[in-house]
Each structure stands twice: as structure tokens, then as C-alpha cells.
């Protein structure tokens, strides 16, 4: 046996079964990937959103809280920032 057969067996093996395999796990992934966001993730995207709204709002009564307790809080956490 020469060194082409040597190399040439695993190379059909590997054209014959690993690449169309190969290939068709590629196109799949692909095509999964093109399609967007399942309804899983769309509703997990959703809930995340309304969470960040939530915290948005809450953030803002504290800011008008701070506003009214401490009307200088702005001020003293931009001095602090200029320390550093």
C-alpha cells in the first residue's frame, strides 16, 4: 500500500459521512440564528423589559424623595466624583 491510499480512504471517509453531517448541522444553526428570537425569549425579553421600567420608576420617586429630603444630594455626589 502507497502513502495515496493512506490518505486517500480517510479523505472519502470523511467526504462521504463527517462533511454532509457537517453541513447540515451548519445550515440548521444558521437558519436558527436567522429566525430571530423564539417565544421563550421574547417573553423573557419582555418580562426583563417591564423589570427595567419598574426600576426606572422607582428610581425616579427616590430622586424626587432625595430632592425633597436633600435638595444638595446631586451636589455632594458630583463633589465626591471630583475627589477620586
Request: proline share 4%; aromatic share 8%.
Amino acid at each position: 500500500m502507497g502513502w495515496e491510499i493512506v490518505i486517500f480512504v480517510p479523505v472519502i471517509l470523511f467526504m462521504v459521512v463527517v462533511a454532509p453531517i457537517w453541513i447540515v448541522l451548519h445550515y440548521r444553526s444558521a437558519s436558527k440564528t436567522a429566525d430571530g428570537l423564539s417565544s421563550g425569549e421574547r417573553g423573557e425579553l419582555e418580562d426583563m423589559i417591564e423589570v427595567a421600567n419598574n426600576m426606572a420608576e422607582r428610581i425616579e420617586n427616590l430622586e424626587s424623595i432625595l430632592d425633597v429630603e436633600s435638595p444638595d444630594w446631586r451636589s455632594d455626589k458630583k463633589d465626591i466624583r471630583n475627589q477620586a
